[in-house]
C-alpha cells in the first residue's frame, strides 16, 4: 500500500469513527451544524442497539464497512479527475447516505 493510500484510510478513519458517533447521538461534545444533519432516526437507532445487544463488535464492524465504502468512492473520484484532492466530506456524506 502506498504511503499517501495509509495517510488517507487513518484519518478518514478517525473521520468515519467521529461520524458514527454523531450519527448515533453517542458524542459528548458540540459538534458543527453540517455533522447533524443527517442522524439515525428511530429505527436505525434500535437496529443498532439490538444489534450492539448480541455482539459489542456491532460498531467496530460498521465502521469497518462504511471505511470500505468511503476508499471506494475514493478510488472512483481518483479514477475520473486523477491526482487531485476529493472532496472528502462529500465522499463521507454519501458514506452516511448509504446507511438509511
Given at each position: 500500500m502506498k504511503q499517501n493510500t495509509t495517510i488517507f484510510l487513518a484519518v478518514k478513519s478517525i473521520n468515519v469513527t467521529h461520524s458514527l458517533l454523531v450519527y448515533f447521538?453517542?458524542?459528548n461534545s458540540d459538534v458543527?451544524?453540517?455533522m447533524t444533519e443527517?442522524?439515525?432516526g428511530r429505527k436505525?437507532?434500535?437496529r443498532f442497539s439490538k444489534f450492539n445487544a448480541i455482539s459489542k463488535r456491532t460498531f467496530f464492524e460498521l465502521h469497518a464497512?462504511?471505511?470500505l465504502f468511503l476508499y471506494d468512492r475514493w478510488?472512483?473520484?481518483y479514477a475520473k479527475k486523477g491526482p487531485a484532492l476529493a472532496d472528502f466530506n462529500d465522499l463521507l456524506s454519501?458514506?452516511?447516505n448509504s446507511l438509511h
Open positions: 447521538y453517542l458524542n458543527p451544524p453540517h443527517l442522524r439515525a436505525q437507532f434500535k464497512h462504511m471505511l478510488q472512483e473520484e454519501q458514506v452516511k
